[in-house]
């Protein structure tokens, strides 16, 4: 790892401005799980750590705080951690596909450390991307190596010509709770758009899966408040349980109304470059009644436009089982022994 | 001085029998089935575990040493190249830079990517590794082949051009090894047979045949290979090296320095962890005893070389894979022939064996014969690691006979034991289901398949062999008794982990039926005299025989002391369980008699003989014990994502007279946890089109973490073996051996369908049951077929 020096800045505007006005050897810090990954790895060399835990009075108590605003809306602050995220009592029941995705992530002591902002920020885990030695498609290079590589953890859905999938695992619930993100802009306001938004695919630009020019923060992830009886599930699959990546996640919404499910959004993670929203599923289980055989239609409807790999088909049975299973979960009907 | 007749009462549980053996009058009376002991196989915690725990114990990568350097090795990033040129002279200028060597000759062709090209000493450890980027190397990149099955092909490029010399260590299993011509990349090994198998299933009524592949495992030890080297003069050195043979790493730097043994002084006082990768100063893929010595040399200051997590997946050894063809023939409700044919890699390195379940474990299968090759490609060299081969061919050949027992409408328990000759294995097997529940669960597990259950139990069993490997002579120890009636135990043996001082401790007092306090144990260190490598499970069978015939013999001194006090005669004096020595109506307490010694200690060395005794049964081909154990799993799966977890493990085992069952447990407990980390998640990925491992990390080279690991219960099957003074017998390599071949058969248990390749990751259980699309439908993109 390479020296570096930490600055420590006490507004937003200073720290936004410190980094945005420089040469790419200035990086925002917060967690720092994966910057540091980065700099170990030899991937990233900065010299200067700007950071944003340094950001002091009520901006930094915006950023660390979990609060319900004036709309009605739950804000998440970019600095608080998975931990506190997954141990926060106040939160609805309804956002419990929140909750277990941030209390499934990692290690207990990545989650102590690890930041909501961090963890929808953070670049992808593609064993091509994280070789040093190798220029890939997202380094600037000319070709995907997982595409006709090892890409048993890579794209099923939205791949090509990047085939990454996105590793945030509070993506794919954040999307389907209809979250959206607040993010200062270089010229100290804000902007907030849905979440989808935020997430760049790799038709667009295989070289990053954000929509935050340099300098600019994200601040906070703000919820809907849920209308009554609104539930929502996570589920996902790893080859170890103790700190592993997913190999996928499903997270669901939906609340039951006089037999029928309504307002559902089903979003999946580690399948695509970016969380994945399901609309086939959606439109299918939309106004129906919940049943066992219904969850297995939606499940093989979110998959029908998967397009995967030589080395990769079983994510397809995999994602349809961890849908299947948060369907269940959320709409309280019970699983098949 | 003439031998010595004894008569021992040998054997195990209620066969208990009576062997006359004939010993040096050196040897000590073995402990056997009638001794009465009091420390030996009482549980002793670790005598250095507060040490470890807090953190006090240093271990080679703690230890630092004034005007130490550091340095980092430069790596051939192709997986084959010849070296065109190499140009030192900008490294030599960087900051903090005090020597730079070259390891690899011009026109030297590298054979994998981690090959030592060059290397740095510096004062910073990031000084030397950014001096490397400034070393400029000119490579050929040349043809490569990283895949097993396809280095068989005739076309395939070939990774040795001459003949392949074998890289054997303590940890190799002794008597294996050896092989026939090398022909393109395929070497075979030595067919192991009996009976005519071609016959044996011609004649079989039902035959099974199926492919069976394991990955390379890594050994993934926590601490790195590393050593430090001080020249102390220009003929002498002290290397501190994380090491599991002290003596190994004393000759490799004698050999390579051209000094005399007695010149090089080494010390490992703590190791984390070998696994049978570190033998010798260097890696298996690395010269790092040459290149830290070197460097030391050549920059007149100390040197300190460890690897870096990535060094030691690429370069530092591993187990080989295997492609394994079994084909079993059954014939009237038994089971009539074996066969096994398998290809293995060990990278450039030889040892791609798959062990001996298949010949020695089911020895009334008439027709047998295994051929195993080794396949070279160019991929970082295999070494020993722990129970080489046997992992490999015990989940293949167990599973094959679970699958041939589905086809025979056979208990595979009942065809395991209807075939296998060994009384303790047989018993073990027999107690093994009874404290399972073997029955009940197989039962559980046809009513979830017939259920098509979503989340399927089921059960299997898995056997292991090995020998008791202890060496004679090889380990020399030394017991004094100090004036202030301390005992000191000194040997140069490194402990791996297995808890060695602690049961040289306990010899100590239980000889001297002393407080374990009162022992000191001095080890780690080439001048406490010589040892043995901790591989081949041989560290406790051929250490505590030595310090016990010392410790007899120093205290055999003792009594005379005492004697002469006491003004009796020798054989008149009578030790208590205090210590205490009476004769002739008085008594001296222990400190009495040691206020009398002359001088400062009364100091004994000793060594054992060889092998004597093998009950009830020896291991094949040698005059040692053959080591049973049994273990059973059980697996939960989850048919709609794959994942399989792993409940509990039922480990049987025998290892001679137990020592410490505390320490005892904690290697089983090690056993099984590597072994459920193979059958689930381990494997190295080197990529087929780049030749360069994918994952050389701990997070996407995956180890199993506390919520994955199983509920182990350990069921010891003691057994007096008449091998040695002490009786006792290793347990490290035994303990791994079934693990992942049981958990195997536990998966073939629940989903009625086998997973024929390790690991038993969510895509291959989905793949079995049938639910993952083939490559072109689902309109799935057709990239090329690769082998996983």
């Not at chain 1, 899966?209 to 589920?235: K, M, N, W």
């Not at chain 2, 629940?750 to 793949?767: C, E, M, N, Q």
């Amino acid at each position: 790892m390479n020296r570096f020096s930490i600055v420590r800045l006490p507004t937003l505007q200073a720290t936004s401005a410190r980094v945005a006005e420089s040469s790419p050897g200035r990086v925002l810090r917060a967690g720092g799980i994966d910057l540091l990954d980065h700099m170990k790895e030899g991937l990233n060399a900065p010299d200067e750590l700007v950071e944003l835990h340094a950001v002091g009075g009520d901006e930094g108590r915006a950023l660390r705080g979990i609060e319900t605003e004036a709309d009605g809306r739950l804000r998440v602050g970019a600095l608080v951690t998975l931990g506190q995220l997954s141990g926060f009592e106040a939160l609805p029941a309804a956002f419990t596909a929140l909750t277990d995705a941030a209390g499934h992530a990692a290690t207990p002591g990545i989650r102590n450390a690890a930041t909501v902002g961090g963890n929808l920020l953070q670049r992808p885990r593609c064993w091509y991307y994280r070789h040093a030695d190798l220029v890939c498609l997202k380094k600037g290079g000319d070709m995907c190596f997982a595409q006709t590589g090892d890409h048993r953890y890579h794209a099923i859905l939205g791949g090509g010509p990047s085939y990454i999938v996105h590793p945030s695992s509070l993506g794919a619930p954040l999307t389907a709770l209809d979250a959206e993100v607040e993010i200062l802009q270089n010229d100290g306001t804000t902007r907030r758009m849905p979440i989808a938004k935020l997430f760049v695919g790799p038709t667009v630009d295989p070289m990053r899966e954000h929509d935050l020019a340099p300098g600019e923060i994200l601040l906070a992830v703000r919820l809907p408040p849920p209308p009554a009886g609104l539930r929502s599930a996570y589920t996902s699959a790893k080859e170890k349980q103790s700190q592993d990546w997913p190999l996928a996640e499903a997270s669901v919404r939906l609340r039951s109304e006089g037999g029928t499910l309504r307002d559902v959004r089903v979003a999946l993670g580690h399948v695509a470059p970016v969380p994945w929203r399901s609309p086939q599923a959606e439109a299918m289980l939309e106004g129906q009644a919940p049943s066992a055989d219904l969850f297995e239609r939606a499940a093989v409807a979110a998959t029908e436009p998967a397009r995967p790999l030589s080395g990769n088909a079983y994510k397809i049975p995999l994602v349809q089982g961890l849908l299947r299973q948060a369907l269940h979960a959320a709409a309280s009907v019970p699983l098949p022994q | 001085m003439a031998d010595v007749k004894h008569t021992l009462s040998l054997g195990f549980g209620a066969s208990i029998v009576k062997k006359k053996v004939s010993l040096p009058a050196t040897e000590a009376r073995p402990w056997d089935a009638t001794s009465e002991l009091k420390v030996v196989g009482t549980e002793v915690p670790r005598i250095d575990g507060h040490l470890k725990v807090s953190g006090q114990a240093k271990y080679t990568f703690d230890v630092a040493v004034p005007d130490m350097l550091w340095a980092a090795v430069l790596r051939s990033p192709h997986p084959a190249a010849r070296l065109d040129s190499i140009d030192t002279s900008e490294a030599a200028k960087q900051p903090g830079v005090r020597a730079v060597i070259e390891v690899a000759k011009r026109g030297e062709r590298l054979l994998f990517a981690g090959q030592d090209v060059a290397a740095v000493a510096a004062k910073r450890p990031e000084q030397a590794r950014d001096a490397l980027a400034k070393i400029r190397v000119k490579y050929e990149t040349q043809p490569y082949v990283v895949e097993t099955m396809e280095a068989t092909g005739e076309r395939a490029p070939v990774v040795h051009q001459a003949p392949v010399k074998e890289r054997r260590t303590e940890g190799d299993e002794p008597g294996a090894g050896g092989g026939g011509s090398l022909r393109g990349n395929v070497r075979p090994l030595p067919e192991s047979a009996r009976g005519n198998v071609t016959q044996g299933l011609a004649q079989s009524d039902v035959v099974h045949e199926g492919v069976y592949t394991t990955p390379v495992q890594t050994h993934s030890a926590l601490e790195t290979h590393g050593l430090l080297v001080r020249w102390d003069s220009r003929k002498s050195m002290t290397v501190w090296c994380s090491t599991q043979s002290i003596f190994s790493v004393r000759d490799e730097m004698a050999e390579v320095f051209g000094l005399e043994p007695r010149n090089v002084h080494v010390i490992t006082e703590y190791l984390g962890g070998g696994f049978g990768a570190k033998f010798g100063a260097s890696a298996p893929g690395s010269r790092l005893g040459f290149i830290a010595g070197q460097l030391a040399r050549e920059a007149k200051a100390p040197v300190k070389l460890m690897c870096d997590r990535h060094e030691e997946h690429v370069c530092t050894g591993n187990r080989p894979d295997s492609h394994q063809t079994v084909t079993l023939g059954g014939r009237r409700g038994r089971l009539h022939a074996i066969e096994v044919k398998s290809y293995g890699t060990a990278g450039i390195g030889t040892g791609a064996g798959v062990g001996r379940n298949a010949i020695g474990i089911y020895t009334r299968c008439p027709n047998v014969r295994v051929r195993a090759h080794d396949v070279f490609t160019n991929g970082g060299p295999g070494t020993a690691m722990r129970a080489p081969g046997h992992p490999q061919g015990a989940f293949a050949l167990e599973l094959a006979i679970d699958e041939l027992a589905a086809k025979m409408k056979a208990d595979p328990l009942a065809l395991r034991l209807a075939h296998d000759e060994h009384p303790v294995r047989r018993y073990q097997m027999q107690e093994g289901a009874k404290a399972f529940g073997w029955e009940e669960a197989r039962e559980r597990s046809a009513q979830g398949r017939e259920r098509q259950a979503r989340i399927r139990r089921g059960v299997g069993m898995a056997a292991s062999i090995w020998g008791d490997f202890g060496r004679a002579k090889a380990a020399r120890a030394t017991a004094s008794v100090m004036r202030d009636g301390t005992i000191e135990i000194k040997n140069g043996v490194q402990d791996i982990g297995g808890g060695i001082p602690t049961v040289l401790a306990q010899i100590g007092a239980e000889v001297f039926r002393r407080p374990l306090s009162t022992v000191v144990v001095r080890y780690g260190d080439s001048e406490y005299g010589s040892s043995v490598g901790s591989g081949g499970s041989q560290t406790t069978s051929s250490v505590t025989p030595a310090v016990r015939n010392a410790c007899e013999q120093a205290r055999g001194e003792l009594t005379e002391v005492a004697a002469a006090q006491l003004k009796v005669a020798v054989k008149d004096v009578r030790w208590d369980d205090e210590g205490t020595a009476h004769g002739g109506g008085k008594s001296l307490t222990f400190a009495q008699v040691c206020k009398k010694i002359d001088g400062e200690a009364i100091v004994a060395t000793a060594t054992r003989p060889a092998t004597y005794g093998h009950e009830p049964m020896a291991f094949p081909g040698g005059p040692m014990v053959q080591i049973a154990g049994v273990q059973m799993a059980e697996v939960e799966v989850d048919t709609w994502t794959g994942v399989v977890r792993v409940p509990r493990v039922l480990a049987v085992h025998d290892c001679g007279r137990v020592m410490n069952p505390l320490t005892l447990r904690s290697q089983v407990n090690g056993g099984v946890i590597l072994g459920t980390s193979y059958a689930l998640m381990e494997q190295r990925v080197l990529d087929n089109d780049l030749g360069r491992m994918l994952n050389p990390n701990l997070e996407s080279y995956k180890i199993l973490g506390a919520r994955d690991t199983p509920k182990i219960e350990v069921l010891l099957t003691e057994v007096y073996a008449g091998n040695n003074n002490t009786g006792a017998v290793g347990i490290g390599e035994p303990s791994t051996i079934p693990t992942a071949a049981a958990i195997a058969c536990a998966l073939f248990d629940a989903l009625g369908v086998p997973v024929r390749s390790l690991p038993l990751t969510p895509d291959r259980v989905l793949t079995a049951l049938g639910k993952v699309p083939a490559p072109g439908s689902n309109k799935a993109t057709l990239a090329r077929r690769r082998i996983r």
